[in-house]
């Protein structure tokens, strides 16, 4: 089983900056993808960006040039900088891992972007 723990969620004013981590616990196989999706209020789950242990990244359209997605092998766990946060961005932030095996979710981390 694999446990994530998200961490870095907040209140942050339109065009300000906040840093997301996960951290991944437990028997992890490889090669893996980490990533983060979000859900907003009354809308759909959606992907935010992912990266694979290779380092290979994607992201959704609505954030490619504002957020960044990076991850530490050796320590399982994986990041995502925002930048220039809009209020659009305010969800509920989940951290993913998907292995050879099945897909696993955090339990969340709420963004709010308001002035």
């Known amino acids: 089983q694999v446990q994530l723990v998200e961490s870095g969620g907040g209140l942050v004013q339109p065009g300000g900056s906040l840093r997301l981590s996960c951290a991944a616990s437990?028997?992890?196989?490889?090669?893996?993808?980490m990533g983060w999706y979000r859900q907003a209020p009354g809308k759909e789950r959606e992907l935010v960006a992912t990266?694979?242990?290779?380092?290979?990244?994607n992201y959704a359209d609505s954030v490619k040039g504002r957020f960044t997605i990076s991850r530490d092998n050796a320590k399982n766990t994986v990041s995502m900088q925002m930048t220039t946060l809009k209020p659009e961005d305010t969800a509920v932030y989940y951290c993913?891992?998907?292995?050879?095996?099945?897909?696993?979710w955090g339990k969340g981390t709420l963004v709010t972007v308001s002035s």
């Open positions: 437990g028997m992890i196989f490889s090669p893996n993808t």
């Open positions: 990266i694979a242990s290779g380092g290979s990244t």
């Open positions: 993913r891992l998907t292995d050879p095996n099945r897909a696993y």
